[in-house]
């Protein structure tokens, strides 16, 4: 074994993946509401990450309880709306999580541009028979 790998130098390792990000509805989340830095509504969130209510209600609770939103609860024309935003934690947090996320592939095209080079990258494509 290498002395990067147990010497501790672990460089695929990838610690900046935050577990809280790294879930499909909550980058989704993060990622709707970092394109929209004033909030955006219960419903809106809804649509643009394809959730039930339910769902976008648990995420939403695990982001708020890590500090990364905000919800606001408030009437508009009589009708009660809730806004959701990201905080400058959150915002901090996510930008992290995409440079971490940018290393990864990084690696990964270094590792297949050096395959397609060398000639040992097999088509991705099924072979038809």
């Known amino acids: 074994m290498s002395s990067e790998v147990t010497g501790g130098n672990a460089p695929f390792a990838y610690e900046g993946l935050d577990r809280v990000i790294h879930e499909r509805a ?22 643009l990450c394809a959730l039930t209510d339910g769902n976008l209600n648990r995420h939403l609770h695990v982001l708020e309880e890590e500090q990364m939103v905000e919800i606001v609860k408030k009437t508009e024309r009589n ?36 395959q397609r080079s060398s000639g040992s990258l097999r088509s991705l494509k099924p072979s038809s028979a």
Do not use: N, W
Not at 26 to 47: A, C, E, I, N, V
């Open 79 to 114: 009708r009660p709306l809730t806004v959701c935003r990201l905080t400058e934690a959150g915002r901090q947090r996510y930008i992290e999580y995409l440079a971490a996320l940018e290393e990864v592939v990084q690696d990964a095209a270094r590792v297949i541009k050096q």
């Open 26 to 47: 909550r980058l989704s989340l993060l990622t709707s509401l970092m394109t929209h830095p004033k909030g955006l509504s219960f419903g809106d969130l809804k649509q």
